[in-house]
């Protein structure tokens, strides 16, 4: 059957709109590329593939039997999270009612959220032990937000960047670190996941799409398997690490870093607490 010609002009309208709508194509998009494929380097490969990467999912005996647990607390009044304004892309209202707020300071019952904790001085068997997952690290793009938006991972390893809107992204890294490659490519809608690898130990690499200025995230790079970021209760872990005394950093995107030292029991847990006020 013949569609009419009003649905036709109709359905070619939505079609043209859609086709504007997200980040700015990079060069290999406008090279008609396939969209969400990224560049053609070799560390864009399929998961199946990756080496040896930090992650969640063991893969070798852990270096020790000691664990670190602690909370990340926040004393005073944190900031009011703001609304932001994504009217310039509607597809980011698409789907969903949720509005988007600033995530600097996720604060919760006086404790912080997405603070990144790594080793950052230990007893050599902590300091030279090797990663234990082969799994890379999830950075989605959802909701015209990157979720989570503190991701953590050891060098060498690899972050799997996805597009799980129906609009254009960005993805641009701006590392410091020689080692760590700048990343600025766009992935099309829901498009394939591009993998990127992370060589050198570096602290809050920022993240940025360049056309919804909104959008950050933040990697980090530790140079030992040991490190975690904060839950929504501030809480984190530390596990299979060797006995000894060690220095534990926490790392806020705007409050910076903290330090503390703790010993650890060859079996057993130490506790590292820290706490963060807006200076």
Known sequence: MNMPKTSSLLLLSVALATSVIGCKPDAALQKSEVIGKGSKSPTDVPSASLPAAAG???????????????????????????????????ACSMGSSAPVYTEQYAVTSGKLADVYVYV??????????????????????????????????????????RNSDITMHNIHTMPTQVGNETIDISQGPKGAPVHKQFARPELMIPVRCNNHPWMNAFINVSSTPFFAVSDASGKFSLSGLPAGTYTIAAVHEKLGEK????????????????????K
């Open 259 to 278: 330090d503390l030292q703790v010993i650890v029991p060859a079996t057993g847990t130490a506790k590292a607490d820290f706490s963060f006020s807006m």
């Open 56 to 90: 969640s999912n063991t893969e070798s005996a852990p270096a020790g039997n000691g664990v670190i647990n602690g909370t990340i607390a926040f004393s005073g009044t944190a900031p009011a999270k703001i609304k932001i304004d994504t009217s310039m892309d509607p």
């Open 120 to 161: 950052k001085d230990g007893p050599p068997a902590a300091l030279q032990a090797g990663p234990v997952s082969m799994q890379a690290v999830v950075l989605d793009q959802k909701g015209c937000q990157y979720q989570p938006h503190v991701i953590a991972l050891m060098q060498g390893g690899f972050v799997e960047f």
